[in-house]
């Protein structure tokens, strides 16, 4: 018997102060990158949505830019780009990472810089990158997305859950350097999110009832949590409505850590 979670869809946030604006989000061909892309168009932003290959959806306001966020110099080259195509950014969202399941034994060098130049030096390069332009802007907000994974002890995971852990690192080591200058920087930090990928991995098939099962016990919310949910709190930091939180970690996971 499968345990019963809520399925009801999350109700997308739309914020007006974003309406004009524009944001670069990473990560932005599925899942969670994807749900704050879409968010921010029907918010009326302009969105440059990043990633490794084009985006199979459109809108007028959405600028589709691929780009290897694990390489330093495709990094400097994607931003050559976005300087052609905006004076000024208002927002930042770190999306874009990979979460393969490694043994210590097999975490070799390669392994190991293989995840950490994509899910924690790429989001400091794109900080970097964008500063000049964030100065710029309105908003002036920097959203990163890290995982309670780091917390969990989940072999397999120690590289995955290192870049996890290093994002609050980044996130609270940056808001008070930039924030004499008002750009504000905040994390949101997911739990088990019903991503595609997510559904199609682990919620199908002979082992689903028995991660459904697993769900309902840690959760103190029986729901399953969608990529909108997610996308609405990084929505809720981009806006100006949270002008005064910088260097927070919003933990977005139906009550499993209870923080």
């Known amino acids: 018997m499968i345990a019963k979670l809520q399925a009801s869809p999350a109700t997308p946030l739309s914020l007006p102060d974003l309406a004009g604006q524009t944001f670069l989000v990473t ?6 990158g994807r749900a704050t892309a879409e968010a921010l168009l029907a918010s009326g932003a302009t969105v440059l949505g990043i990633a490794r290959s ?17 390489s330093a110099p495709a990094i400097t080259a994607l931003f050559k780009k976005v300087r052609k195509l905006t004076p000024r950014l208002d927002g930042v969202v770190n999306v874009a990472g990979i979460d393969p399941k490694i043994t ?5 060098e390669r392994k190991w810089r293989e995840v950490v130049d994509l899910n924690l030096r790429g989001y400091y390069l794109v900080i970097r990158a964008s ?3 964030l100065r710029r802007g309105q ?7 890290s995982s309670i ?3 969990l002890g989940v072999p397999k995971r120690s590289i995955y859950s290192a870049t996890k852990a290093g994002i609050l690192g980044l996130t609270t080591g940056l808001a008070r350097e930039l924030g004499r200058e008002g750009i504000r920087v905040n994390t949101v930090t997911p739990g088990w999110i019903f991503t595609e990928r997510q559904v199609k991995e682990y919620f199908v098939g002979a082992k689903a009832a028995k991660h459904y099962a697993y769900l309902a016990g840690v959760q103190a919310l029986p729901l399953k949590i969608s990529a909108v949910d997610v996308a609405n709190h990084i929505l809720f930091y981009l806006s100006a409505v949270s002008r005064a939180s910088t260097g927070h970690n919003c933990i977005v996971d139906g009550g ?4």
């Open 27 to 32: 990560g932005a061909s599925a899942g969670i």
């Open 256 to 259: 499993w850590l209870l923080e």
């Open 149 to 151: 994974n780091y917390r």
């Open 104 to 108: 210590l034994a097999d975490g070799d």
């Open 131 to 133: 500063a000049p332009l």
């Open 54 to 70: 084009p985006l199979a959806y459109r809108h007028p306001n959405l600028h589709s830019l691929r780009c290897d966020l694990s």
């Open 139 to 145: 908003g002036r907000s920097i959203v990163n997305v």
